[in-house]
């Protein structure tokens, strides 16, 4: 049984025109870079993208020679212009970091990743080693003025404890661990055509293009001749070889595998076959990296997996294969070709019978086969000779007999059960005589179908075709599976613990309890690798099924399941091709490309091993727009939790397929609070947000192996900033600024109630010494009239009640109209003006000239209202009182910001006037006017003289007007 080698092509090239990879390594999060044409790419299983679009800064090379990773997650590029260090953590270059001094810009003569260490051979002379973030000097060497040719492979190779380094001629030797040092002269055609180096035991492997394999032990240099091995193999370099944990392997284009166990005598350990296509070995072979599992292949056609395959299995491309059948140590396989055989412990194929479509093998014994075949009905292999089998119908056999037989089953003695392109016959081997099985109507069992697979079961014939399962017992036939006229093809049927189990086209794997008839169906949702199954057999009690797409093997509970990525050399098998060898331990299954052999329970094994790459994030792209990117964050931005700047709209997160090339699963992808459910992430590999509102949100990925026993998680935490009206802040303030309205208010509202308290005090006030000793004076005459004065004196008293009780109305409608919020329009003052006017100067000799100027229509607070009226009664009345005879100018004004009210009267003497200025009388006129402006935040002036009285309120408006509708 062979664990060879088998390729996996995860590259063809940047695009079809475009294939040549010139060197190709791994980083630390799974990522693979390459360089193509001199330029850096990386490769993130979903698309190619060159290093200047990931990497947004000033570069300081132009071309790219060679790269290799450390385990760090650094790359290391050797350029044009020397050597440069990129960290892919932090996604930066590294320049001034203490381990990197002394070596970015220089010269790289040989640079070597070996694991924990890295090795760099500089032009000025200078053998580093790079431990992490340590730099070590090894050794010093003469650097060449001019160097012929370096090898095209590897000139420095080291282990843990030693280096061995090839250099204009010379060989170095290092001693990691003493440090010692050594150098040995090289025959000059031994370096010129030195191609590649391995490390030995005690020495060294030299791959030699014109010379062959040469061994070097320390002293002196020796000519390798390997068994198996003639010289052309060794100079026609169309060949692989590296070394692998103890061991050299050597792959050559016809499919030779061997092993060499890496001392000096190259002691071979096994030599068997690969299944690498031979097309790639004429390739030409840039550079192959093996890290010990796997090698990744830089060729001129593309980037290659190279793996060993992690079970046994051996291979005969016998072309399809339909049917197989043991006999003694000989396994025959049928299909549309020639006859072919092979043995177990040989992978030669040989042919036994011409070509015919070999369809169906039944054992009959040992050494002999009943064979079915499409098209010429019958035929006997026995001992391995073939040939055809004659037949006729029976007697009274209306029924055209179809000679195209898909399956065979054992009925009666040497009657068996032939099952056909239309229905199931019955076929004699003693006389040769072909009849049809009927149901107790006379029918034809299974007229008209192609019958797939046929059992007997305790008397019970059971039988699959392309329009479903069925069984028939003593005349009867039922359909049992799909149920009535719903049609499916069934390739094959097996009986296991009181179920029968259908292979089915389409619908999977079908199980149906015989007891209860209840059915379970087993697809691809519960990791059947295809629903298309052809065959299956039971080995124990695990189940094996070919589909069309893989091998899967179910264990009654989980399925595991095996692709081209894990070896297979074909994924689509074929319909009733398989067959357990007991003795031998070994299955075999027969598919398009031939057939494979594998060891039942040791295959199961290294599968449930399997495991899936953790789930990676590319890139996550944002930007205000769709065409107007801001930020670009890369893998050095990959930590837990990312914030998104405030202006950000939108964002594109790309997931990495870590090794997608072997598409061993799946991953799925919920973005909380968003998407609640996982989804698988789509081919593109692409998450796109839009309309990206505040908040926090989950990222959550899933990689799940298609058996869903492998299960890797990765969460990260996204977060956009605020807008500042999003804000705590904003709110905190806006609160503040509430509140500070709310009190603002609160406290002029007071303010408000406590004026109003105070006008309607000042008008009780007013009520009762004004109106109260107008009433007084009405009792008092009143009273003077009871007492019986003359009746001359009656008249005058009289008189004064009626004057009297006019002002005490007066007042009463004054106090009336002030307490009125009806009367708070500006009209309203200018008309109780004018009234007031009309009421007291007319009595008088004054000539009145009113000027009004409203130029807003709002209204007055009440409290100004009041004030202004009663400063405005307040000097008519002195008028009235002081100035007989007079001119009155009255002028009002009221805009938004302002009101203005000024009085002036002009008091015109002749020669029998008084001045009442002269011997001046101070009352408390002109004090109630002063304190009623201040009640209302006004300016007030008054002036007078012998010929003019002059009164003037401004009273600014800007604070009444906010709140008048609040007070109102």
């Known amino acids: 049984m062979a664990l060879g080698y088998f390729e996996i092509e995860i590259l063809s090239g940047i695009d079809p025109f475009h294939r040549n990879i010139e060197s190709a390594a791994r980083d630390k999060q799974g990522f693979i870079w390459f360089v193509a044409g001199s330029l850096l790419y990386r490769y993130d299983g979903v698309a190619i993208k060159p290093f200047n679009e990931l ?47 002394g070596l970015v810009g220089e010269d790289v003569i040989a640079l070597s990743n070996q694991g924990k260490n890295l090795f760099v051979a500089t032009r000025s002379g200078i053998l580093w080693q790079i431990s992490g973030f340590r730099k070590k000097k090894l050794m010093q060497f003469q650097p060449a003025l001019s160097e012929l040719r370096r090898p095209v492979g590897k000139s420095l190779i080291a282990d843990e404890s030693r280096l061995w380094f090839a250099y204009n001629s010379l060989l170095f030797f290092v001693d990691l661990k003493s440090g010692k040092t050594q150098q040995v002269q090289m025959p000059k055609r031994v370096y010129r055509e030195l191609d590649d180096l391995f490390l030995l035991e005690n020495g060294l492997l030299l791959r030699n293009y014109g010379l062959g394999y040469m061994t070097f032990d320390g002293r002196e240099f020796h000519q390798l001749h390997l068994k198996g091995l003639n010289t052309g193999d060794m100079r026609d370099w169309a060949h692989w070889s590296f070394a692998e944990t103890e061991k050299i392997i050597f792959l050559f284009g016809d499919g030779r595998y061997f092993e060499f166990r890496n001392n000096l005598e190259m002691t071979l350990l096994r030599q068997d076959k690969h299944d690498i ?3 790639l070995f004429k390739s030409r072979l840039n550079q192959l990296d093996f890290n010990g599992h796997e090698g990744l292949c830089a060729t001129e056609n593309g980037l290659y997996s190279l793996v060993r395959r992690t079970f046994e299995l051996d291979y005969w491309n016998t072309g399809t294969a339909r049917a197989i ?95 056909t392109s239309c229905g199931l016959w019955i076929y004699n081997r003693d006389t040769g005589s072909v009849s049809p099985l009927r149901d107790n109507m006379g029918k034809l069992v299974g007229m008209g179908e192609r019958v797939n697979s046929i059992q007997v079961r305790q008397q019970v014939i059971s039988f699959t075709t392309e329009n479903g399962y069925f069984e ?11 149920q009535k006229s719903e049609k499916l093809q069934v390739y094959s049927h097996s009986f296991r613990h009181n179920k029968v189990f259908l292979a089915t086209k389409g619908k999977g794997l079908i199980a149906i309890d015989a007891s209860t008839g209840h059915v379970d169906t087993y697809n691809t949702n519960g990791g059947l690798a295809h629903n298309v199954v052809f065959n299956m057999a039971w080995v124990d009690d695990l189940l094996f099924l070919g589909t069309f797409r893989g091998l899967s093997v179910w264990d009654g509970k989980n399925f595991y399941n095996a692709y081209a990525m894990h070896g297979l050399p074909f994924e689509e098998f074929n319909q009733a091709s398989i067959l357990e060898d007991k003795p031998q331990g070994q299955l075999f299954i027969g598919g398009v490309l031939g057939c494979i052999a594998i060891q039942p329970q040791q295959f199961l094994y290294n599968l449930k091993q399997e495991t899936v790459p953790p789930p990676v994030l590319s890139t996550i792209s944002m930007g205000t727009s769709s065409g107007n990117i801001v930020t670009s964050f890369t893998p050095k931005d990959g930590q837990d939790t990312l914030i998104f700047d405030k202006k950000i709209e939108f964002a594109n997160l790309r997931i990495a397929k870590i090794d997608a090339y072997k598409q061993n699963y799946k991953i799925y992808f919920r973005l909380r609070p968003l998407i609640k459910s996982f989804q ?21 990925l899933k990689t799940i192996s298609d058996n869903g026993l492998s299960v890797k998680t990765k969460r990260w935490l996204f977060y956009k900033k605020p807008k500042f009206y999003e804000t705590q802040l904003f709110y905190v303030l806006v609160t503040l600024g509430l509140g500070v309205v709310l009190y603002v208010i609160a406290i002029l509202r007071s303010s408000q109630l406590k004026r109003d308290k105070k006008l309607r005090l000042e008008l009780a006030r007013d009520l009762h010494d004004e109106v109260g000793g107008l009433l007084t004076g009405i009792a008092m005459q009143t009273d003077l009239m009871a007492i019986g004065q003359q009746s001359a004196g009656r008249h005058q008293s009289l008189e004064k009640i009626a004057a009297y009780s006019r002002e005490a109305v007066q007042t009463m409608d004054d106090v009336i109209w002030a307490i009125d919020s009806r009367n708070n329009s500006q009209g309203s003052l200018e008309d109780r003006m004018r009234f007031l006017v009309s009421q007291i100067l007319p009595m008088q000799d004054v000539d009145v000239k009113f000027d009004i100027n409203l130029q807003s229509a709002g209204q007055l607070p009440q409290y100004v209202r009041q004030n202004v009226y009663l400063i405005f009664k307040e000097a008519l009345h002195n008028i009235c009182k002081h100035s007989p005879n007079a001119k009155v100018d009255i002028f009002l004004k009221i805009d938004r910001h302002q009101l203005i009210l000024r009085l002036c009267n002009t008091i015109q003497l002749t020669e029998g006037t008084i001045s009442h200025t002269k011997y001046p009388r101070h009352g408390q006129g002109t004090a109630n006017m002063k304190r009623r402006a201040e009640a209302i935040g006004a300016k007030f002036e008054a002036e007078r003289s012998a010929t003019r009285y002059r009164i003037q309120l401004a009273a600014k408006l800007n604070v009444n007007k906010l709140f008048l509708d609040f007070f109102n």
Request: charged letters at 25%; one cysteine or more; aromatic letters at 14%.
């Open 277 to 279: 296509r031979s097309s």
């Open 472 to 482: 028939y017992l003593a005349g009867q036939l039922r359909k049992i599976y799909p």
């Open 55 to 101: 990497y947004t800064g000033p570069l300081g090379f132009t071309e790219v020679n060679k790269l290799t990773t450390d385990d760090t997650g650094r790359l290391w590029l050797e350029t044009r212009n020397g050597l440069f260090i990129f960290d892919t953590q932090l996604w930066r270059f590294i320049e001034k970091d203490t381990f990197s001094k």
């Open 325 to 419: 059948v043991k006999q003694q140590d000989k396994y025959y396989v049928g299909g549309y070709a020639p006859l072919k055989y092979f043995m177990s412990n040989n992978l030669a194929i040989k042919e036994s019978a011409p070509l015919n479509n070999y369809y169906a093998f039944l054992p009959i014994d040992k050494d002999t086969a009943l064979v079915g075949l499409e098209g010429n009905f019958l035929g006997l292999l026995a001992n391995g000779k073939f040939r055809s089998l004659s037949y006729k119908k029976a007697k009274g056999t209306l029924e055209d007999l179809s000679t195209m037989v898909y399956s065979l089953c054992h009925y009666r003695e040497n009657s068996y059960l032939l099952g």
């Open 680 to 700: 698988e992430v789509p081919a593109s590999g692409e998450i796109n947000l839009s309309d990206l509102k505040t908040g926090e949100y989950e990222l959550e």
